[in-house]
């Protein structure tokens, strides 16, 4: 070493062509990116002793190398904070400065940076300490050839470091992420748990409610059978004590379809489908005209001879014109049309009322389902559609032009018609 050469702190580029593929490393990490000259700051005061380094690392290590060199603790420190180099060579006695000082203050600000002691002279009890200490390597200047091998063996320690820090910090991102994801499912579980729980208590409150409606429906239907047996009974009586009229005729037949129905709501409660259809030859332009005299509502002209059950029928369209007057409010908002088909009759019960919502029609014939506008039990359509269905038609609801709703029963036509039945008038 030589105290007196006290020049200026400068750097000394030497690029050399890698004798090796250049190793991937981790940038910022104390190594080399990919086509990154290797940085290394040199605490040296001897020039003489500066170019015997370079001399043996210029030729022997597989990277380009750019070595800084600083004499004091003043360049040592502000190259530190200047540019951190991937490794530091450091004179183990320097005039003002000693090796362990610039170690101690090097692992302070770049704890993972290698630093290696490049001496003239250093006793075995010395070396022992500064390894412990923390240093990576020390070599004799009489022996630099040692110098390349050493760099090397510590690159390579920093970069297998880094490789195991990066896969330990995948497996901390990667336990995160499955810590997180169980986290939601067990959020999901608990969440379905309890969704769960809140529709068995539903469906227990609707099932409830269903019951207690069948029930209110059966005993309702009970109810009404006794004052109907003796209504039954009554216009019997006034019918041969009077003579027959039309009036006590038309009150029989209200009678019979009052009885019908609360036969039929009782059976529905029960569960059971409507039965006791008794099918025959029929007009069912005589049996619309008289629902439209019962409830003053147009109906068609006409003959149109069906195979069917007149009082099942009648059933049906009394309801559907019933529920027409009860949503529009008045009957001459509600018509009954019927339109001949292939093979079918088309009976129309129109009204220009509010009309059914689209998501109403896909259940407005479900059993207890009632509307907006219900004021039943929810029972009515559901006989209908069951009734016409015994008759082997179908009922559905559409739109009416203008506004309103318009239910539609196609019933087909005796199998024996080979055309449509012209209407007579």
Do not use: C
Not at 25 to 42: A, K, N, S, T, Y
Not at 140 to 153: D, G, M, T
Not at 214 to 228: D, V
Not at 268 to 279: A, D, H, K, N, P
């Amino acid at each position: 070493m030589n105290p007196t050469d006290q020049t200026d702190p400068h750097t000394t580029p030497a690029t050399l062509t890698p004798a090796a593929p250049v190793t991937h490393f981790d940038p910022g990490q104390g190594v080399p990116e990919r086509g990154e000259p290797l940085r290394i700051l040199h605490l040296e005061d001897s020039e003489l002793d500066h170019e015997l380094v370079t001399m043996h690392i210029d030729t022997d290590l597989p990277w380009p190398v750019e070595i800084t060199r600083v004499e004091d603790e003043d360049g040592f420190l502000g190259a530190l904070s200047t540019e951190p180099p991937h490794l530091i060579l450091s004179d183990f006695a320097l005039p003002s400065y000693d090796g362990l000082s610039a170690y101690r203050a090097a692992h302070t600000r770049l704890p993972k940076v290698p630093f290696i002691i490049v001496t003239g002279a250093m006793g075995e009890e010395t070396a022992v300490d500064t390894l412990r200490e923390g240093v990576t390597d020390y070599i004799l200047k009489q022996r630099l050839e040692r110098l390349a091998p050493s760099i090397r063996r510590a690159i390579a320690e920093v970069e297998s470091r880094i490789r195991r820090e990066r896969a330990e910090h995948e497996i901390r991102q990667l336990n995160a992420s499955l810590q997180a994801r169980l986290e939601e499912v067990e959020r999901l579980r608990n969440t379905a748990e309890r969704q769960s729980q809140r529709l068995e208590i539903q469906a227990k409150q609707l099932e409830e409610a269903l019951n207690l409606q069948k029930t209110f429906l059966a005993e309702t239907s009970h109810e009404l059978r006794t004052p109907l047996t003796a209504l039954h009974g009554y216009l019997r009586r006034a019918e041969r004590e009077a003579g027959g009229s039309q009036t006590l005729l038309d009150a029989q037949r209200v009678a019979e379809n009052m009885t019908r129905l609360v036969n039929d709501l009782l059976q529905l409660s029960r569960g059971e489908l409507v039965q006791s259809i008794e099918m025959h030859f029929m007009n069912l332009g005589q049996l619309l005209r008289q629902v439209g005299r019962d409830y003053g509502v147009n109906a068609p002209d006409g003959v149109y001879e069906i195979v069917g059950d007149p009082g099942r029928l009648n059933q049906v369209f009394i309801n559907l014109v019933t529920n027409a007057i009860r949503v529009t409010g008045s009957p001459d908002k509600v018509s009954l049309e019927i339109v001949p088909r292939p093979g079918e009759l088309e009976v129309r019960v129109v009204d220009h009322g509010p009309g059914v919502p689209d998501a109403v029609k896909p259940r407005i014939f479900d059993k207890f389902y009632r509307g907006k506008e219900a004021g039943s039990a929810g029972l009515g359509l559901t006989i209908a559609q069951q009734v016409v269905t015994a008759h082997g038609g179908t009922i559905d609801v559409v739109d009416t032009p203008g506004g309103g709703a318009t239910f539609r029963v196609r019933l087909p036509l005796p199998e024996e018609d080979d055309g449509l039945d012209e209407p007579t008038p």
